[in-house]
């Protein structure tokens, strides 16, 4: 079955480490983007990318890397420079940029 | 940019109401989508409907663009339509980034 993979479901991270979150897809969507929800509040884009190889920033970018160098996989690194990273990490791909979504079933992150 | 605001915040009703949310936004847009999160997180696309009016079972979507707001109607709830329900657009003029409300939590009681 075609789907939208993401892990660890739970993370646990000191501060000052960098940490990378998973993200493959078997949907042949060509693009994938990276959503930050915190607590009671809606989700924000922090990364996305339209092909391989390529990507733009989000409204929230500071703090984070990402990288697209298979159409399947968007990994998403949270650097020790994120000042507030304790979060629920989202991920989605779609066959068209910004329409049709497939959500991965998210990484919650807490900062020790 | 464009601002989202949905409404109400909370909602609590016994199985078998049924509910209307609302969805406000500040510009013109030409992408609206509904999405559902359940308790455990996960998301799925519900509607696309930047304007008209769309039904898929019990739910019903409308948009009245030219008024910049999105109903979404959920008829004969049941205990798994629970969780928090987003609204999420794109304006005319700006890029084509989905801006997200805040949500409405809908809790339904057997």
């Known amino acids: 079955d075609g789907g939208i993979t993401q892990s660890p479901k739970y993370l646990f991270r000191k501060e000052g480490q960098n940490v990378t979150l998973s993200c493959e897809q078997n949907?042949?969507?060509?693009?994938m983007y990276w959503y930050r929800q915190d607590p009671g509040q809606g989700l924000r884009l922090i990364y996305y990318s339209q092909i391989v190889n390529d990507f733009q920033k989000g409204d929230i970018a500071e703090g984070y890397s990402v990288s697209r160098e298979k159409k399947e996989s968007f990994p998403l690194t949270v650097t020790s420079a994120q000042k507030n990273p304790t979060a629920f990490y989202l991920c989605?791909?779609?066959?068209?940029?910004?329409?049709?979504?497939?959500f991965g079933s998210g990484t919650r992150l807490t900062v020790v | 940019g464009i601002q989202v605001e949905q409404s109400p915040p909370d909602l609590i009703l016994q199985e078998g109401a049924n509910s209307t949310l609302r969805c406000n936004f500040s510009?013109?847009?030409?992408?609206l989508q509904w999405f559902h999160q359940n308790p455990w997180g996960q998301l799925i696309n519900l509607f696309y409907?930047?304007?008209g009016t769309k039904q898929n079972g019990r739910l019903s979507a409308t948009t009245v663009a030219t008024e910049r707001y999105s109903l979404l109607y959920i008829s004969s709830s049941q205990t798994t339509d629970s969780g928090v329900y987003f609204c999420a657009v794109a304006s005319n003029f700006g890029n084509e980034k989905l801006t997200f409300g805040t949500g409405t939590r809908l809790t339904i009681i057997p």
């Open positions: 989605a791909s779609s066959p068209r940029q910004f329409y049709g979504y497939t």
């Open positions: 949907l042949n969507h060509d693009a």
């Open positions: 510009d013109s847009v030409n992408n």
């Open positions: 409907i930047p304007s």
